[in-house]
């Protein structure tokens, strides 16, 4: 583990807010593990804090509305007593300047690749504008880099690569996070070696385009690669991966995940449109043939054998020449039903995208709509998927206690991922946060399942909820 060197003030009490995705997350762990080795300390009162510490988004309006909201909120705190209000993260890096002047009330900002950079203001020795250019050799975090996990610690996020080199219409990701650069697989297996030593069981690989995994290292190396190496960890369980895209989804892929026993048999791949017109627009580089292709491939047991691949997207409604015929295909697409887990969200205009520039806008209370018709089916759909479970016995991940009653355990089972897909709520029985059980559905809801570990006390749920039904 990295050492950083001693603070020349005396130690600080940090208090953090961590906004926006999984990525995010992951470098604010890093964050928390600077303070950590820099012999400070973390507080969970803001008002107890010397310093106080924002890691932003800045991917959407929505987003960066949150983050100014809270950058707002915490300079109000400032003011009661702590000495110092450092902003990071890509509202940073996306407008360094803007920010500067319009909130003098914010002492540093740091952006998307400089959260070492916070070593020096808990230091003293930092300059107010701490944001590096981006490119191919901007900073990514490695195996050796100081890193506090934030949550609990049998699951965990592993960032295994940073940037993007797509051209899609809609995203400022690029602009945000830089170019690709991919960390080395001997890295990654470290990192994740030293989590599961420490109690992870699952990990969850994240980068902006896994399956553009190691194109830019020399020599070049994939994802396929990656998960081989990662599967000899001796303790790991579940190898979770978010995100995929959908015309570099390869037949070996598929085969992992459907075969691998430690490789969840999940994919998160954002198709983010069914439309041709509309997906030619964006810049994705296919169209619904390579859409439906994929779809077929995670169904198809001569591709998958008998396993079921869950499979999450996000959709993108709202797109300038979303036509309403182009809209119904989406929502016909989505009605058939092959979709496990659904984020909608509607367009949001982003300065610096080429789909900024297009014409043939859709109001934005449309979209809207269209999002939460989407999102209305999607739990219907959610609903009978879920019914079908109910009698089925399923291994289960134990999160800890539930936020229910203390008297109940959270789970997960293989197709759930923390945080956004749902849980288990287990209604009887012990366990560790980490442990893995064998449990049957009793009951089901569109975002919940019901299960217990008992066989006997199952069915006997089961028979009395058949006997109530049998009345109704």
């Not at 964050?31 to 820099?38: I, K, N, Q």
């Not at 809609?170 to 297996?189: D, H, K, M, N």
């Not at 580089?285 to 169904?299: A, M, P």
Request: overall charge negative; aromatic content about 4%; some cysteine.
């Amino acid at each position: 583990m990295l050492r950083l060197h001693g603070p020349a003030m005396p130690p600080q009490k940090v208090y953090f807010v961590s906004l926006g995705c999984p990525k995010n997350q992951v470098d604010t762990e890093v964050m928390l593990g600077v303070v950590r080795d820099g012999g400070h300390r973390i507080v969970d009162d803001p008002h107890e804090a010397d310093t106080l510490v924002v890691n932003t988004c800045g991917f959407i309006e929505a987003a960066k509305q949150e983050s100014i909201d809270t950058i707002l909120e915490l300079a109000g705190i400032k003011a009661t007593g702590a000495q110092r209000l450092v902003v990071a993260g890509c509202l940073s890096q996306r407008y360094p300047t803007e920010l500067a002047k319009e909130m003098p009330e914010v002492d540093h900002f740091l952006g998307s690749a400089d959260m070492l950079g916070l070593a020096k203001v808990l230091g003293g020795d930092a300059p107010r504008m701490g944001v590096s250019a981006l490119g191919k050799r901007a900073y990514i975090y490695d195996h050796q880099t100081p890193r506090q996990l934030s949550g609990a610690r049998h699951t965990a996020y592993v960032k295994i690569a940073e940037g993007c080199d797509r051209p899609c219409g809609f995203c400022i990701i690029p602009t945000l996070r830089g170019p690709q650069r991919s960390r080395a697989i001997y890295s990654i297996v470290e990192e994740v070696a030293a989590l599961v030593g420490a109690g992870t069981r699952e990990v969850c690989l994240v980068a902006q385009d896994l399956t553009t995994y190691g194109s830019d290292l020399e020599p070049a190396t994939n994802l396929e690669q990656l998960l081989d190496a990662l599967v000899r960890v001796d303790g790991l369980e579940w190898i979770r991966l978010h995100y995929a895209y959908p015309s570099a989804v390869t037949e070996g892929l598929i085969r992992r995940i459907a075969g691998e026993p430690r490789v969840a048999t999940y994919l998160d791949v954002p198709m983010q449109h069914i439309d041709s017109d509309v997906l030619k627009k964006m810049r994705r580089g296919y169209g619904e043939k390579r859409v439906r292709e994929l779809v077929e491939d995670l169904r198809n047991p001569a591709k998958v054998g008998n396993a079921h691949v869950w499979l999450r997207t996000t959709m993108l409604v709202g797109h300038p020449g979303e036509t309403d015929e182009a809209y119904q295909r989406l929502y016909d697409f989505i009605a058939e039903g092959e979709i496990d887990h659904l984020g909608v969200f509607p367009w949001s205009r982003e300065e610096g995208t080429a789909s900024a520039l297009l014409p043939s806008r859709v109001l934005a209370r449309r979209a809207e709509q269209r999002a939460a018709a989407l999102m209305e089916l999607q739990e219907e759909i959610r609903t009978r998927k879920h019914a079908a479970l109910v009698g089925r016995e399923l291994r289960v991940m134990i999160d800890g206690p539930s936020e229910e009653s203390e008297l109940l355990l959270d789970g997960r089972h293989e197709g759930q991922a923390p945080g956004i897909d749902g849980k288990v709520i287990l209604t009887d029985g012990t366990g560790r946060p980490g442990d893995f059980v064998r449990a049957i559905v009793t009951q089901a809801g569109a975002h919940e399942l019901v299960a217990s570990m008992d066989a006997e006390a199952a069915v006997a749920t089961l028979a009395a909820h058949a006997e109530a039904r049998a009345d109704a």
